[in-house]
């Protein structure tokens, strides 16, 4: 794996971590930050557990990044990696299109760039 790949897919990782953490235990604070143009204040204490569940989806996908790194095999930690890249940049085509635009670039674009680096700098 290069290091280009190796780099971009940590920054996806560490997204998606973050994310984890405001979906999972920071909803009604951090959360409050990111969403509260998109939610009104009074929506995020009701709607903690729906966010904690989207945070545990995105704790399978640092997950999945993460288990790339400690795969020996290279073919193997590619193919781990493309997958869990491809989730991510599903995620963020859909979260673009259904719930924000600001959200293909934030999650989408840097899992596009994480996924090409891996296929093409081999």
């Not at 959200?103 to 674009?109: D, L, M």
């Amino acid at each position: 794996m290069n290091y280009v790949a190796n780099v971009l897919t940590a920054l996806v990782l560490l997204e998606h971590l973050y994310i984890v953490w405001m979906e999972m235990f920071a909803w009604e604070t951090a959360g409050k930050r990111s969403f509260g143009k998109a939610l009104s204040a009074e929506l995020f204490k009701p709607t903690k557990g729906l966010a904690a569940n989207q945070g545990l989806y995105n704790g399978f996908l640092v997950a999945g990044l993460t288990w790339s790194f400690f795969i020996s095999d290279p073919v193997w930690s590619d193919n781990v990696r493309l997958f869990f890249l491809g989730c991510v940049l599903v995620a963020g085509i859909f979260g673009g299109i259904t719930a924000s635009k600001k959200i293909f670039f934030v999650q989408g674009v840097p899992a596009l760039l994480a996924l090409l680096s891996v296929i093409f700098f081999k």
